[in-house]
C-alpha cells in the first residue's frame, strides 16, 4: 500500500512586505512530516526615531527552533548583510550547517572574527555553479549578476518538481568581475522543468534594464581624471566590482588608493586573497594618506549611510584622527541610500558642502546602479524558465504587487502572493495552505529582545514625553515622613506661565495624598497609583503631554 502523497511547500519568514531581513524555508514530506531547508538568514537597519536604540532587526525563528530536529541545513545566496546579516545572531539557536561559496564564507569568517564571543559557525564551502545534496534537497548553484561578488540562485530539485530561488540579481552583459548571469543554465532549466520561481521584486517598478557596472566605472574614471584635489570615493564595502572599478580610474588618473574603514579594508583584503583586483597594485594602508599629493590620491571610505561612525561621518565633522578634506576636494556617493537613511546621508552630504567640498551623487551623474532587476529584466528571466508558479518575494506591497503583474502579463499559469508567515504548497496542488510563527526579534546591544516586548515600546514613550520619579516613605499608621522627591526627565522645568512644573508635581502629590481616605494610606499601592495618576494628570494640564511615572513607596 502506498504512502502519503510528498508535499512541497515554501514559506518566508522575512524579506516579503518589507525591505530586507530575508529568510525563505522550504518543506518536503507529508503531512506534519517535513524536512526544511533554510534559504540566507538576514537582517535589517533599525530607524532610530522608530526604533530608539535598536541595532538591527531580526526574523523571528522559533518556528525553526521547534522544528530544529527536522532541518537539514542553511544556503546563504550572496554575503549581503539582509541576506546573512544574522547569522551571528540566530545560527547558535538552530546549529545547523550552512553552505556557501568562497567568497560569501570568507566574509563570514572575517566578520566572526571581528566579533568578540561569536560562534564557531560550520560552513561548507561550495565551489561558484556546484551542485550538492542538504538532506532530501538536491541544490545547484546558479551564478546571478549582482553588486557583490559570487550572488546565485538556487535550483532546488525534489520529487515534487524543481524551484528556482533567484536570490537578487540582474542580468549585466559587462559586470566588472564577469559574473553574469548564467543564461544557458536558465535555459536548460525551462527546458527540464521548472515548477516555481520565487523572486526577487525589489525593481519591479521601474520600466526598462538596469544600466551596467561598465557604465559606473566609466563615469567613475571621468569624474576621477577631472578632478584637482584630494577625491573620496564612498560605496557599500561589499560591492567588490565598485572598489575594483575605483581602483581602476584611480590608476588612469595616476592616483594611488588609501582605503578608510575596517569594513572596506576587511573586504578589500578579501577580495585580494580570492584574486577579485587582478594586477592592480596594493592599496595603500590609511597613514599613508596625509603623505600623499591631493592630486595623487583617492581615498575609499566607508560610511554610504550615513553611519554616525563611518568613515566618512567623522571626516565630514572634521573628527577622523587621519583623513582630512578641504575645499576644492570632491567626495563621490557611488551608493543608494537605503529607505530610512536619508536624515543621516543628507547630515554628512550637507557638512561637507558646508566645508566647500564639492558632493557628487547619483542624481546628476551615473555614479550607481542598482544590483536589482528592472522589468524588462524580469520578463526576460520569465521566458528562459517558464515556470507553472511565480511567488513574489523580496520587497515592499508595491514590488510584490508590479511584479506579479508583470508573471500574470508573461502567462505564468498561478501566480501567489503571500506575506511573511504564510505557508504556500508549491505541489501537487498550489495554493496557501496555513500560517507558522513569524515576526521580529530585536538586537539590543548585546541582547536579543521580541519585538512584543516592552522595552521599546517604553523608549518611545520617554523619548516622546519624558518621565516622573517620585519616592515617598510612609510609616506602618499611613502617615507621610518628610518631604517627597521627585526627579523630572525629558520634561520641560516650566510652563508658559513660567511657573516650574516641578512645583506642580510637588503640589499634586501632596493634595493627593492627603484627599486619601486613612485607611488607604496604609496601603503602599493604592498610594502609589493614585499618585501616579495625579501627577500624571498635573503634567498633561501645564505641558499638554503625559509623562510616564513611576512612585516609589517606602514602609518605615
Not at 504548497?425 to 495552505?433: E, F, N, T, V
Not at 515617598?472 to 526627579?487: F, N
Not at 481616605?517 to 498610594?527: Q, W
Request: aromatic share 4%.
Amino acid at each position: 500500500m502506498a504512502g502519503p502523497q510528498q508535499e512541497l511547500v515554501f514559506a518566508p519568514l522575512g524579506g516579503v512586505g518589507e525591505i530586507g531581513m530575508n529568510l525563505s524555508i522550504y518543506g518536503l514530506g507529508s503531512g506534519n512530516r517535513r524536512q526544511w531547508l533554510v534559504v540566507d538568514v538576514g537582517v535589517s537597519f533599525a530607524a532610530e526615531e522608530h526604533l530608539p536604540g535598536v541595532d538591527l532587526i531580526l526574523p523571528d525563528v522559533r518556528y525553526l527552533e521547534a522544528e530544529r530536529k527536522n532541518l537539514a541545513g542553511i544556503v546563504i545566496t550572496h554575503a549581503h548583510e539582509d541576506h546573512f546579516g544574522a547569522l551571528l545572531e540566530l545560527w547558535p539557536r538552530l546549529k545547523v550547517p550552512v553552505y556557501a561559496t568562497p567568497f560569501t564564507a570568507a566574509l563570514l569568517e572575517a566578520k566572526c572574527a571581528g566579533e568578540p564571543g561569536a560562534p564557531e559557525i560550520p560552513v561548507k564551502v561550495i565551489p561558484v555553479g556546484g551542485r550538492f545534496t542538504v538532506g532530501a534537497f538536491d541544490i545547484e548553484l546558479v551564478t546571478m549578476a549582482h553588486s557583490i561578488p559570487e550572488a546565485n540562485a538556487l535550483m532546488i530539485r525534489t520529487p515534487c518538481g524543481t524551484v528556482l530561488h533567484t536570490g537578487d540579481w540582474k542580468i549585466d552583459p559587462t559586470p566588472i568581475l564577469g559574473d553574469r548571469t548564467d543564461e544557458a543554465k536558465l535555459r536548460a532549466l525551462g527546458e527540464e522543468g521548472c515548477l516555481a520561481l520565487i523572486g526577487d521584486s525589489t525593481n519591479s517598478v521601474r520600466e526598462g534594464r538596469s544600466p551596467s557596472e561598465a557604465d559606473v566605472a566609466k563615469t567613475l574614471t571621468e569624474l576621477i581624471k577631472a578632478a584637482k584635489g584630494r577625491v573620496a570615493v564612498t560605496t557599500f564595502a561589499s560591492n567588490v566590482a565598485r572598489l575594483r572599478a575605483v581602483a581602476e580610474a584611480a590608476r588612469a588618473a595616476e592616483r594611488e588608493v588609501v582605503v578608510v574603514g575596517r569594513a572596506m579594508d576587511r573586504v578589500a583584503i578579501i577580495g585580494r586573497e580570492l584574486g577579485l583586483f587582478g594586477d592592480l597594485p596594493p592599496f595603500r594602508p590609511m597613514d599613508a594618506y596625509g603623505y600623499l599629493p591631493p592630486n595623487k590620491v583617492v581615498a575609499l571610505c566607508t560610511g554610504s549611510q550615513g553611519e554616525p561612525r563611518a568613515a566618512l561621518s567623522r571626516i565630514a565633522e572634521d573628527q577622523h584622527p587621519e583623513v582630512t578634506l578641504s575645499r576644492g576636494d570632491t567626495v563621490i556617493y557611488s551608493a543608494r541610500t537605503i529607505p530610512g537613511n536619508e536624515k543621516a546621508v543628507g547630515r554628512v552630504i550637507n557638512g561637507l558642502i558646508d566645508q566647500g567640498i564639492e558632493v557628487i551623487t547619483d542624481r546628476t551623474h551615473l555614479v550607481h546602479v542598482s544590483g536589482h532587476p528592472r522589468r524588462a529584466e524580469v520578463e526576460e528571466l520569465l521566458s528562459w524558465v517558464k515556470p507553472r508558479i511565480v511567488i513574489p518575494v523580496h520587497g515592499e506591497a508595491l514590488h510584490l504587487s508590479e511584479h506579479a503583474k508583470i508573471a500574470r502579463k508573461a502567462g505564468v499559469p498561478e501566480v501567489i502572493q503571500c506575506r511573511n508567515g504564510d505557508l504556500v504548497r508549491l505541489a501537487p496542488k498550489a495554493g496557501l495552505i496555513d500560517e507558522v510563527p513569524a515576526g521580529r526579534i530585536y538586537k539590543d546591544g548585546r541582547l536579543l529582545v521580541d519585538a512584543q516586548a516592552r522595552t521599546v515600546a517604553d523608549r518611545r514613550r520617554l523619548s516622546f514625553a519624558g518621565a516622573v520619579s517620585v519616592a515617598l516613605a510612609l510609616t506602618e499608621k499611613g502617615e507621610l515622613v518628610g518631604d517627597p522627591s521627585y526627579d523630572l526627565l525629558g520634561i520641560p522645568e516650566r510652563d508658559r506661565k513660567g511657573d516650574f512644573l516641578h512645583e506642580h508635581v510637588h503640589e499634586a502629590v501632596l493634595s493627593t495624598f492627603e484627599s486619601l481616605p486613612r485607611g488607604k494610606r496604609r496601603d503602599p499601592d493604592a498610594v502609589g497609583e493614585a499618585v501616579r495618576r495625579a501627577v500624571r494628570a498635573a503634567v498633561n494640564e501645564r505641558w499638554g503631554k503625559k509623562p510616564m511615572c513611576y512612585v516609589h513607596v517606602l514602609t518605615v
